[in-house]
């Protein structure tokens, strides 16, 4: 779904920026044509700042995704969840960030959460970054403690890791 909604942005590089800004960070679209994060309104110029572009470049943005039937409900709906990897350590949190061979490949998570499941550890999050939105996609998994050495090693000698960042 996310390289047909970059698709339909293709004819213009500064409005591929925009949403892509807006897919990475979850915001969404008002019936005003506004840019919201959980339902708070979000300043064009804001937005503009960060993706270095022009505010009415974003606002063109947010009314093509309006205009855009295929894409409009997703933009409508989308909703941030917070990201505890940034405030782990305060909350005595573990973070396991896993870089994979090939992002495609089925059976990551699943392979993953086996060997932390198996070291009896509680997950407390687990979130993916999207293969078609990053240039490197990873697997971030915040565990409560911090995990014995022989869980990294364990992680290390799954088929589809590439490497590992503790």
Known sequence: MWAAILREFSDSPSQTIVVRYMLENGFGVNEKGRITCNGIEVPATHIGKMTNTD???????????LSLPSIRDIFLN??????????AE??????ITIYPK?????????????????NDLSIRQIFVTDSQ?????????IVENSPPSSVYEDLKKLPQIRQIVI
Do not use: C, Y
Request: proline residues 4%.
């Open 55 to 65: 505010r009415r470049v974003v606002d063109a943005t947010s009314k093509r995704i």
């Open 78 to 87: 989308l909703r941030v969840t917070p990201d505890l990897s940034k405030v």
């Open 90 to 95: 305060h909350m005595n949190l573990s973070v």
């Open 102 to 118: 090939d992002a495609g490949q089925k059976g990551i998570v699943g392979a993953a959460v086996e060997v932390l499941t198996k």
């Open 133 to 141: 939105l990053s240039e490197d996609p990873k697997l971030v998994i």
